[in-house]
């Protein structure tokens, strides 16, 4: 990509392995699925890898994204977070040697029909109450003995995802005990925690931990006052400058549509950075941004390819000034809290003119 515009998000390799090294440390007897979903939450799957060769495995989506680390020399376990979505995709994930869950009845009998011939890996998905994925009121243990019946199998692993594992939701230890009530004294390993069970219910580690957004530096409550204290960096800092300076006067307005309409005499910056950028369209009021280490405000709708932010109080402000969409000043969960959304779809949906710059 060749860089003419001042965007770019650095992807910062340091607090990457230094939340993986703090997620080894709360997750201590644990091993570590780093999930690296949706081309790393948005970061690029390419960028972020090498960096986690501490984890224990990967947990992807897509076989591509298994097919990448595969091709890039990757040689850990890799788990398909869905399993596959058709029996095409069994020959891809025997020839790759990849770990899949299986979550639905049609998965199994396909995968019966269509066995593997060296004993595979798999993770039986149970439904505890999230009633998205996962098999719920049926027989596990009798589906485990159908699968190592029919197939070869290495190892079966019970796996769940919490409704919800904020610090003090109950759920979580509803979900565990209906777990329990269906696996009997059976034991098997367990996945079941996600970032916010890692980080607020240690109960729930067991075998696999599967960590996506901390490690990536955001709070899984949305908050980021909830894990300032827990040792986690803001991998991700989006960064561009001020491509111009407008002064206006009262009455004058900022933007289509007069969405932004002044009654003192401003002096605004206009940024590099859009919504097709990825910057969320919809955002409240007193939008914090960072421009010379400053914080201020964005004003009026974002576009396209531009927005607006108030430079009152920094004068020293001028064309190529600095700017931090978010980072390590602006926390990305103050801007998704902003746009009512989350960090996750903030990081998933920066767009692919981006460039990712590797620190
Ligand atoms: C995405 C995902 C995770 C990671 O969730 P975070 O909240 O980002 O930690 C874990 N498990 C499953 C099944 C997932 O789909």
């Known amino acids: 990509m060749i860089e003419t515009r001042p ?3 650095i992807i910062n390799n340091n607090a990457l392995k230094n939340n993986l090294k703090t997620i080894k440390n709360i997750a201590h007897k644990s091993k570590i699925w780093a999930v690296i979903k949706a081309n790393a939450y948005g970061h690029g799957i390419k960028n972020v890898f090498k960096s986690l060769e501490k984890s224990d495995g990967f947990a992807v989506l897509t076989l591509d994204e298994a097919i990448l680390l595969r091709e890039n020399y990757c040689k850990k376990p890799i788990l398909l977070l869905e399993g596959f979505f058709n029996k095409q995709d069994l020959r891809l994930i025997y020839k790759y040697y990849l770990t899949i869950v299986i979550h ?10 269509n066995p593997p011939q060296y004993p595979i890996e798999v993770y039986i998905k149970i439904n505890t109450g999230l009633n998205r994925l996962g098999f719920k009121n049926e027989n596990i243990i009798n589906i485990i003995n159908i699968i190592k019946k029919n197939i070869k199998i290495s190892n079966v692993t019970l796996m769940t995802h919490f409704i919800n594992a904020s610090k003090n939701s109950n759920l979580v230890l509803k979900q565990l005990l209906y777990m329990k009530k269906i696996i009997h004294n059976y034991t098997f390993f367990r996945s079941f925690a996600n970032s916010a069970a890692i980080l607020w219910h240690p109960q729930t580690h067991y075998d696999w931990v599967r960590p996506g957004i901390i490690l990536y530096g955001a709070s899984p409550t949305g908050n980021w ?5 827990k040792k986690i960096k803001p991998v991700m800092t989006l960064k561009s400058r001020i491509i111009s300076i407008q002064k ?3 009455g004058e307005i900022v933007g289509y549509n007069c969405e932004y309409y002044t009654y ?3 002096k605004i910056g206009i940024v590099a950075c859009g919504y097709a950028d990825g910057y969320p369209k919809n955002i409240s009021n007193n939008t914090p941004v960072l421009v ?4 201020t405000t964005i004003l009026g709708n974002i576009f396209m390819d531009m927005l607006i932010v108030d430079l009152c109080k920094i004068p020293s402000a ?3 000034s600095q700017v931090e969409l978010w980072g390590n000043n602006i926390k990305i969960d103050e801007i998704a809290k902003s746009a009512n959304t989350i960090s996750y779809e903030l990081m998933c949906s920066l767009s692919k003119r981006v460039p990712r710059i590797i620190k």
């Open 104 to 113: 639905n009845k049609w998965q199994l009998d396909i995968l019966i029909k």
């Open 292 to 295: 010379e280490g400053i914080r």
């Open 248 to 250: 206006i006067y009262p």
């Open 318 to 320: 001028k064309v190529g």
């Open 264 to 266: 003192k005499k401003r």
């Open 225 to 229: 006052r909830d894990i300032s204290k």
């Open 7 to 9: 965007i770019i998000a």
